[in-house]
Each structure stands twice: as C-alpha cells, then as structure tokens.
C-alpha cells in the first residue's frame, strides 16, 4: 500500500507563511528543513493537509497553494 500524500505549510509567529511543499512523510521532511533550511528556526506552526495516496493530486494541489 502506498503512503499518504500531504501539503504542508510552515508559519512564523507572525503568520507569514514561510514554505509549501508537499511530502509522503512529514516527520522526515520537517528533519531535512531543520538541516537545510535557514528559516527553519523561525517556525512557530505547521499546518499539514491530507490529499490521498497519489503523488500527481498532491503535486497538483501543491502548485496550486503556491
């Protein structure tokens, strides 16, 4: 069975929305930000979205959101 997709937004304190993406597994996306990404130390929430187990409508929904 395959994994589920999701769209995920980091917020700053403020509201500003900081990142998009979309992933099959959050916990290790939120772990490669928190090595790569400058802004990862300005995250205060993360809203994440299920869209379903095909990569296309979360790549989809993901340049949407953008």
């Known amino acids: 069975m395959r994994g589920m997709y999701a769209i995920y937004r980091h917020f700053a304190q403020d509201g500003t929305l900081l ?4 992933t ?3 916990t290790t996306r939120t772990d490669q930000h928190k090595s790569r990404a400058q802004w990862f130390s300005e ?3 993360i809203e994440v979205t299920p869209i379903g187990t095909q990569i296309g409508p979360a790549m989809d929904a993901e340049r ?3």
Do not use: E, P, S
């Open 43 to 45: 995250i205060a929430r």
């Open 19 to 22: 990142y998009i993406g979309f």
């Open 24 to 26: 099959g597994n959050i």
């Open 64 to 66: 949407r959101a953008i």
